[in-house]
């Protein structure tokens, strides 16, 4: 669940200032990823935890209503939901999440929950759960052919091996730098068509044979949170229809862009439609 702060001051260590609004709605990068996959028109599978807390009755009735199959989604006794506690201030975010129940989905219940899935399926992953079951999803997936994305936020260290299992990797500027120790010129070279960097307003970038800059939509933005989740559930479907990558990327900038035009991390995603639509203009 995320709870968001708007302010126009950011306290200093001790202080305690004025916020202008408070809100509470569904999110977590796995779920906002979700959503956004299921209101752009995809067949969308969720698996995690929630807590048998109010929260995780909410998330599991957002999810239901928008047509994420949650079947998956484990209950845990006695455990809260995770929470994430957002400061919105000067067009942009600080976030601290508190993981709480994701801490449960490990290794051992993720993985035979796999099996009822096929290869070509899209796999999309995140790093709010614990870094032995991004692994294992990660290294079973590999072995069924699923395509892979990896969303590597929050940040934290990744093996090697393990980037060279995934189909696409999609750091934000800043996780890309501490990723990598070689700047973003080099390191795009070295991963062709897998490594896709967002940089904003600034569009994203990949490499085929040469720099490939896809530009942003340009929008007006209210609050960014939740934007890098929806190009990511957007390259998602667009992959399951077979576009080709440029494609699909630029219908994941055209996603992104309406993400960003409303607070909080779901209520700006778009419908299908509407991005279509938008994608029809700039054609």
């Not at 490499?207 to 939740?226: E, M």
């Not at 996603?255 to 035009?261: D, E």
């Amino acid at each position: 669940m995320d709870l968001v702060v708007e302010t126009d001051t950011i306290p200093e260590q001790g202080q305690t200032v004025l916020g202008t609004s408070f809100v509470t709605t569904p999110g977590g990068k796995g779920a906002n990823q979700a959503v956004a996959a299921a209101k752009l028109g995809g067949e969308v599978y969720m698996i995690g935890a929630v807590g048998d807390d109010d929260f995780g009755q909410e998330i599991i009735a957002n999810f239901n209503h928008h047509g994420v199959d949650t079947s998956l989604i484990d209950v845990i006794e006695n455990a809260h939901s995770g929470t994430a506690h957002i400061t919105l201030f000067d067009n942009d975010n600080r976030i601290i999440v508190v993981p709480a129940a994701n801490h449960h989905v490990t290794p051992d219940s993720v993985l035979p929950k796999l099996e009822r899935f096929e290869a070509g399926d899209v796999l999309l992953i995140q790093q709010e759960i614990p870094s032995e079951t991004v692994e294992a999803v990660i290294r079973f997936a590999s072995e069924k052919d699923f395509k892979v994305i990896l969303n590597p936020a929050p940040f934290r260290e990744l093996p090697r091996e393990l980037i060279e299992k995934v189909t696409y990797l999609t750091p934000n500027e800043n996780e890309h730098d501490q990723l990598f120790c070689d700047a973003q010129s080099i390191t795009l070279k070295q991963l062709p068509r897998k490594l896709i960097v967002t940089r904003g307003d600034e569009g994203a970038v990949y490499w085929d044979y040469s720099l490939k800059v896809i530009p942003a939509y340009d929008v007006n933005v209210v609050d960014t949170t939740g934007a890098g989740d929806t190009f990511n559930s957007a390259l998602a479907v667009a992959l399951t229809e077979n576009k080709t990558l440029e494609q699909a990327i630029r219908f994941s900038n055209v996603a992104a862009g309406y993400a960003v035009t409303a607070v909080g991390a779901q209520s700006g995603m778009p419908e299908r439609e509407v991005v279509d639509e938008a994608l029809s203009k700039l054609e």
